[in-house]
């Protein structure tokens, strides 16, 4: 009985603990993908551009408390030579950390470093329109390290940057060079043109309200609709202040970032409860036989002149404190279970957390009461006089 | 005192189709030492797990210190049973993880609140004062057996019930046992009723009655 | 919402009258009689109190009042623990002091006062003429609900043993339970606020009389605990031990008081028996605290949790002057000093407009319509810090009411004068219009 106390909480605990720290996990490595909604000009395909005046506008809309940061992006076909060494590639102008003021609102820093933290970057962001980072992969094939120079040439027009750092994204961006976007509009010849933002917006889940299409809605339920932070009402929000664009949420991730950690935590919290139960049964089982092997103690008991609810108190008492006792290793058990977990998936380590250690023996407690309700049952249907033959 | 303790009229118990115990009219005095003989299966111990309120009659009247035990409800027969009797069973029927004190203790937690030193006097006054921490498993049947009566009195019940309490011991013990109980009652002034196989236990007593077959065949008085 | 505040103030007044009748074995009728005046005396207090002092004080001599009455409680509790480590209980004390109808008398005025007084508070609003109806009502309700109580009274199971200090405790429990429903006369907050402020206070004399702002010698866990220490949770805890602990000294002074003596039955089974119903009898008087506990443990949750209440004042009409334009004095008929949003409703030529004006915390004003751009002009409400809009329940930080954008209530172009503030009546209604048409384009997009 004890062992299925231990087990029921320790896994319990187990699960418990994952759960909370699982969404962190999760809700970090989700993050990592930044953006979920990207900005695209509407007729990308005819060599439709946006307009990088819109850009300040992003940070007025209605949600605008919501976009946790946005960066543009003008991507451009170039030639690129470092010392003897000559390669074609993809340069992609953009804002590192660039201060951005809108009117009306304070100041914030918007750019590939607020949307996309997880770039390793050894070395240091540019700062000055010649300075530029470049990807991994491609600073190999050219042989580049930090502080070399590197020329680019699209038309005749040529550019020299200064590499300020090396970026490891484990993505297609380590075959890009990065550079500061006026400088590179000016280099492709398309002065205050972006091909594309994209948008780092907190979101609530989609639910399916959310999912309705907005046209098909009453006034009532657009205006809803548009007061809720979903990630394609945000999305619309943002469309609307770029002029000539499209803004489609990144699905995968905004629904991901939503709804799959809620379903995640549901998981793991109805596993704990699975647990339980099955700890549950388990214990009501193995006391059963308890009672059946006690049953002439419980009938001398009875002999002797206790009622019932004095048998329940003894028999009670007992399973508490044995409980309690189980829900306390449990406890430890599942801890070392939950950072063993976390250790081999996530690998980090678990904080413990404190918390569940009343949650674990109050349930281990629960558990056994439960589980104690037939058994007692059982143990006041017994005759004395038949108890003390057997 | 030639008051009446227990009075039943008609008394009955069956267990289905099996009658153990026929209508059966019994008095007994207040303070009186009866002692039940029959073989197995004569009903006697049913007549006794009826006096002590462990069984309910099938039919029939049933009176023992003026409670009717037929309308008592399961907590009132927990009542009755650990305040107006005391039992001795033939197996002692003692906890096994529990010392001495401890099973005696048990007896008056139930009845009321624990109190270590009387357990402790009351195992004195059945001599066993030398093996009050000793589990039962340590002891030896004479002692156990002991210590069931301490247990059993333990209560100052008016009614003792003896359920073969001699009957796993040998010779020696047996009169040790019977001496004991004799000079408690003679303290106490409790009522005894016995159920024995042996003649010479029955002996002790100041009236035997014979069952057989669940009828009264025979009533002798000491001294007959 | 306001109904389910009467509910904790009848459930208060209720419960201190079962307790008073149930511990005071006085005649019913006297006790019934001095609750009831003191009560009614007590709203007459209230509202005394309420229409000669200005702005808080009312509110704080009831609180010092209660603060009083919590000290004494305290100290009743600690010496009822002195006692019953002594010799004999205090049971028969009592007795001689319940029976007297004097002192039960003046223990039920002085009570009904009390809770007249906090009754007084949540019914008459402050400052300017006491509405005396209202007054009236509130006592003769508070008389009715008396003799109703006291009808319930008899149906209670009687309190086993009383004594003083189980019935302060419970009195004390309930009042502080009644007067944790009027968040100006919640005693816990402020106490939890104090316990806080004083153990900042000595943790920080404590570094510097050590005059080492950064001990080198200190590991970071013991940072860890020390900073524990400024968490907002010590208060909360601190207040809370000061909070229980004259109940629980008091179930402690219950429970140690010593069990009459039964050495002198010789029979063992009789003795354990009388000692089992001794027992069992200290046991139901500790239910006493035990109610009292709970209804501390309800004002502290009263206290965390106050049923949330929208500051919304009715919009007062305004007219425009000859040149068009709407003036607001700053102070006068409505002071718009005070940091809460002023409503107004301007109408000219069968057309209106809502609008609000708010002091913010730096001594400026904004003027904004009572609706936003996007939603239906529902208006909003004031809470702590923020507003919300009644139509899709978003906060607004007081700071942001003025800017524009989101749902925020829509700026209206005001011009700051001496003693006032101008808004041009026309623009207003303009503004207006647009806001609601602009509402109503959403409506038409969506089609």
Same mark, same amino acid.
């Not at chain 1, 002065?191 to 091909?195: A, D, E, F, N, T």
């Not at chain 3, 300017?128 to 509405?131: C, F, R, T």
């Not at chain 3, 809009?389 to 899709?392: F, N, R, T």
């Given at each position: 009985m004890l062992i299925s106390i231990i087990m029921g909480a320790s896994v319990a605990t187990a699960f418990l603990g994952l759960a909370g720290e699982l969404s962190f996990r999760i809700a970090m490595e989700m993050r990592n993908?930044?953006?979920n909604i990207l900005v695209e000009p509407m007729a990308a395909e005819q060599g439709g551009f946006l307009s990088d005046?819109?850009?300040?506008?992003i940070k007025t809309v209605f949600w605008r408390y919501n976009i946790t940061g946005f960066a543009p992006y003008l991507f451009g076909v170039i030639d690129i030579s470092a010392g003897t060494k000559r390669e074609k590639s993809v340069v992609t102008g953009t804002w590192f950390a660039r201060l951005l003021t809108s009117e009306g609102e304070d100041e914030s820093i918007q750019g590939v470093k607020v949307i996309a933290p997880w770039w390793g970057l050894s070395g240091t962001w540019p700062e000055a329109v010649n300075e530029a980072i470049i990807g991994a992969a491609l600073a190999k094939r050219l042989g580049v390290v930090s502080g070399e120079e590197v020329t680019t040439t699209k038309e005749r027009r040529t550019q020299i940057f200064r590499v300020v750092g090396i970026v490891t994204?484990?993505?297609?961006?380590?075959?890009q060079l990065f550079a500061p976007l006026a400088t590179v509009q000016s280099l492709l010849g398309a002065?205050?043109?972006?091909?594309r933002v994209l948008v780092s917006a907190l979101t609530v889940p989609m639910d399916d309200f959310g999912r309705?299409?907005?046209?098909?809605?009453s006034k009532e339920e657009y205006e809803k609709w548009y007061c809720t932070a979903y990630v394609t009402s945000v999305a619309k929000n943002v469309e609307e202040v770029m002029s000539g664009s499209r803004a489609k949420p990144i699905w995968q991730i905004a629904s991901a970032e939503g709804s799959l950690l809620t379903k995640l935590n549901r998981l793991m919290i109805l596993l704990a409860l699975l647990a339980l139960t099955a700890a549950a049964t388990a214990v009501s089982t193995s006391l059963m036989a308890s009672m059946t092997e006690r049953s002439p103690e419980i009938a001398l008991m009875k002999a002797i002149g206790a009622d019932s609810l004095q048998i329940i108190i003894v028999l009670l008492g007992e399973i508490l404190v044995i409980s309690s006792v189980g829900g306390l290793i449990g406890y430890l058990c599942g801890e070392q279970l939950a950072g063993f977990v976390s250790r081999s998936v996530f690998d980090a380590s678990l904080q413990?957390?404190?918390?569940?250690l009343p949650t674990a023996v109050v349930s281990a407690m629960t558990v056994a009461m439960a589980g104690s309700i037939m058994p007692l049952r059982k143990a006041l249907a017994i005759e004395p006089v038949q108890g003390l033959k057997g | 005192m030639m008051d009446v303790l227990i009075e039943t009229r008609g008394l009955t118990r069956n267990y289905g189709e099996i009658c153990?115990?026929?209508?059966l009219d019994l008095r007994v005095n207040n303070g009186e030492w009866l002692s039940i003989m029959g073989h197995s299966g004569s009903g006697k111990s049913t007549l006794l797990n009826l006096l002590g309120g462990l069984d309910r009659p099938s039919d029939g009247f049933i009176r023992v210190g003026g409670e009717d035990?037929?309308?008592?409800?399961e907590d009132g027969m927990a009542r009755y049973r650990r305040e107006f009797v005391g039992i001795i069973f033939q197996q002692h029927h003692?906890?096994?993880?529990?010392?001495a004190v401890e099973n005696i203790m048990m007896a008056q937690y139930f009845h009321s609140v624990p109190d270590e030193a009387e357990a402790r006097t009351a195992l004195e006054r059945v001599g066993l004062g030398h093996r009050l921490k000793n589990r039962p498993g340590e002891l030896s049947g004479g002692e156990q057996q002991r210590v069931c009566i301490a247990r059993a009195i333990i209560n100052s019940p008016r009614l003792l019930l003896g359920d073969?309490?001699?009957?796993?011991?040998d010779h020696g013990s047996t009169r040790v046992v019977m001496e004991l109980l004799s000079e408690l009652r003679a303290e106490e002034q409790f009522t005894i009723i016995m159920v024995t196989h042996n003649h010479e236990v029955a002996a002790w007593g100041d009236r035997t009655i014979y069952l057989d077959d669940g009828v009264m065949v025979r009533e002798e008085l000491k001294g007959d | 919402m306001g109904a389910l505040k009467l509910t904790v103030l009848i459930l208060a007044w209720g419960g201190i009258i079962i307790v008073l009748g149930r511990g005071f074995s006085v005649n019913r009728l006297l006790l019934a009689v001095s609750n009831a005046t003191g009560f009614a005396a007590g709203v007459a207090v209230g509202a005394l109190l309420l229409s000669t002092l200005q702005g808080d004080a009312s509110f704080a001599v009831a609180k010092a009042v209660l603060s009083a009455l919590f000290l004494l409680h305290w100290l009743v509790s600690l010496a009822a623990l002195y006692r019953s480590t002594?010799?004999?209980?205090t049971v028969e004390r009592f007795q001689k002091m319940s029976n007297n109808p004097l002192s039960a008398a003046c223990c039920s005025i002085a009570v009904g006062i009390l809770a007249g007084t906090i009754c007084s508070f949540r019914f008459i609003p402050q400052g300017?003429? *006491? =509405?005396l109806l209202t007054v009236v009502i509130v006592g003769f309700s508070g008389v009715c609900l008396t003799a109703f109580f006291f009808g319930v009274e008899?149906? *209670? =199971?009687?309190?086993?043993?009383?004594?003083a200090e189980v019935l302060m405790a419970i009195v004390v429990s309930f009042i502080l339970f009644a007067s944790s429903s009027i968040p100006r006369l919640d005693l816990f907050s402020p106490l939890v606020m104090k316990v806080m402020k004083l153990i900042h206070d000595i943790v920080h004399q404590f570094f510097e009389s050590m005059?080492?702002?950064?001990?080198?010698?200190?590991?970071p866990e013991v940072w860890n605990y020390i900073g524990l220490l400024f968490g907002n949770r010590v208060g909360l805890w601190g207040g809370m031990l000061i909070w229980f602990t004259p109940v629980l000294l008091v179930a402690a002074a219950i429970r140690l008081e010593r069990l009459p003596?039964?050495?002198?039955?010789?029979?063992g089974a009789e003795r354990r028996t009388l000692l089992k119903a001794h027992i069992r009898e200290r046991r139901t008087r500790l239910v006493a605290p035990l109610i009292a506990g709970v209804m501390l443990a309800a004002a502290v949750f009263q206290s965390r949790f106050p049923a949330v209440e929208y500051w919304d004042p009715k919009p007062l009409k305004v007219a425009a002057t000859p040149s068009g334009s709407i003036f607001i004095p700053l102070?006068?008929?409505?002071?718009?000093?005070?940091?809460k949003i002023h409503k107004f409703l301007f109408k000219e030529r069968g057309r209106d407009a809502r609008f609000m004006v708010l002091q913010n915390s730096a001594g400026g004003y904004t003027v904004t319509l009572d609706?936003?751009?996007?939603?239906?002009?529902d208006g909003y409400g004031q809470t702590e810090g923020a507003v919300i809009?009644?139509?899709?329940k978003t906060l607004i930080p007081l700071e942001t009411?003025?800017?524009?954008?989101?749902?925020?209530p829509v700026p209206v172009p005001f011009m700051m004068e001496k003693n006032g503030i101008a808004i041009d009546g026309a623009a207003l209604l303009n503004l207006w219009g647009i806001t609601v048409q602009a509402t109503n384009r959403v409506k038409g997009a969506a089609r």
């Open positions: 993908y930044g953006a005046a819109d850009l300040p506008k994204t484990g993505g297609y961006e380590e075959e002065p205050g043109r972006i091909s309705r299409d907005p046209a098909g809605m413990p957390s404190l918390w569940l | 153990a115990l026929k209508p035990l037929r309308v008592l409800s003692l906890i096994p993880y529990l010392t073969e309490p001699t009957g796993n011991l | 002594g010799e004999g209980t300017g003429e *006491v =509405p008899q149906f *209670v =199971p009687k309190m086993p043993v009383p004594t005059l080492i702002p950064d001990h080198l010698f200190f590991r003596s039964v050495a002198h039955i010789r029979q102070t006068g008929e409505i002071d718009l000093k005070d940091g609706a936003c751009s996007i939603c239906k002009p809009c009644y139509y899709c009411v003025g800017k524009p954008g989101g749902c925020n």
